[in-house]
């Protein structure tokens, strides 16, 4: 169970019960949910875009492709580490 807080670090106090804090505070809290914001929508559009040149195979999309899909991956591993 994470003891530091995901966004800076700082260790955390663990309430005795109830859910356990993942953020020092709204501050940290805030700048983590904006991050995932952006790599989902980020994530999204990758995911979109690797579908679109699936759907509609083309020598465009064959140059792209093995550079999309790289991306895509490491978008959800960014995605899952934040997310736990
Ligand atoms: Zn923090």
Do not use: F
């Not at 940290?28 to 559009?45: M, N, V």
């Not at 083309?58 to 997310?83: H, I, N, Q, V």
């Amino acid at each position: 169970m994470p003891e530091n807080c995901r966004v800076c670090g700082k260790p955390l106090e663990q309430p005795e019960t109830g859910r356990k804090r993942l953020y020092c505070g709204v501050a940290c809290r805030r700048k983590q949910e904006a991050a995932l914001d952006r790599i989902r929508a980020a994530l999204a559009h990758v995911e979109g875009m690797i579908a679109r040149y699936q759907a509609h195979p083309s020598a465009w999309g064959a140059r792209t492709l093995p550079l999309l899909e790289p991306k895509r991956d490491r978008l959800a591993r960014e995605l899952a580490r934040l997310t736990g």
